[in-house]
T-cell receptor
């Protein structure tokens, strides 16, 4: 596998369920990101990790819990979500520190989440 | 963060050049101009970036105004596969968080 992969690609869950989204990058990058893309809204940055340490939390509700066990894997744990959390969740990675003045992000295909 | 302004949508004919404008009148001297695009049902992908000089790569060209208050992404020959939402993003070279702040972008429609 190459690039950034995300599983599952589609997920339907009830408001009382607990589920997790998985992201894996095969690019040797040090930084990983979670974005949310709701219908008719711009991509919203949720979390940023650099070298497994969270460096950005964009005021995300606690029902979204990220985990970065190593530089290649990123999870988003979901619990007691609301219907308005239905969206496309995108993962990205980049070289991060050491990339110089610019740092290109590589995105996965996303997980389409529907909360009933 | 400095803001960008892009038209909501543009149309082009296949195999014709496309010029996608972006205004960023509050750009600072340390802001890089990045362009990403998002094809239908996919995550965004990097297109090109620049600071002051015009840039070319295999996907596109980036023309930056002399005062840097605007830029134009140029697709030299649009194909149906270029139909996507194009995002113009400023990022401060001093920002160690590496984050990208996306706006609404320009939806490009390509007519066969």
């Amino acid at each position: 596998e190459t690039g950034v992969t995300q599983t599952p690609r589609h997920l339907v869950m009830g408001m009382t369920n607990k589920k997790s989204l998985k992201c894996e990058q095969h690019l040797g990058h040090n930084a990983m990101y979670w974005y949310k893309q709701s219908a008719k809204k711009p991509l919203e940055l949720m979390f940023v990790y650099n070298f497994k340490e969270q460096t950005e939390n964009n005021s995300v509700p606690s029902r979204f819990s990220p985990e970065c066990p190593n530089s290649s894997h990123l999870f988003l744990h979901l619990h007691t979500l609301q219907p308005e959390d239905s969206a496309l969740y995108l993962c990205a990675s980049s070289q991060g520190s050491g990339a110089g003045d610019t740092d290109t992000q590589y995105f996965g295909p996303g997980t389409r989440l529907t909360v009933l | 963060d400095a803001k960008t302004t892009q038209p909501n949508s543009m149309e082009s004919n296949e195999e014709e050049p496309v010029h996608l404008p972006c205004n960023h009148s509050t750009i600072s001297g340390t802001d890089y101009i990045h362009w990403y695009r998002q094809l239908p049902s996919q995550g965004p992908e990097y297109v090109i970036h620049g600071l002051t000089s015009n840039v070319n790569n295999r996907m596109a060209s980036l023309a930056i105004a002399e005062d840097r208050k605007s830029s134009t992404l140029i697709l030299h020959r649009a194909t149906l596969r270029d139909a996507a939402v194009y995002y113009c993003i400023l990022r401060d070279r001093r920002d160690s968080s590496y984050k990208l702040i996306f706006g609404s972008g320009t939806r490009l429609l390509v007519r066969p």
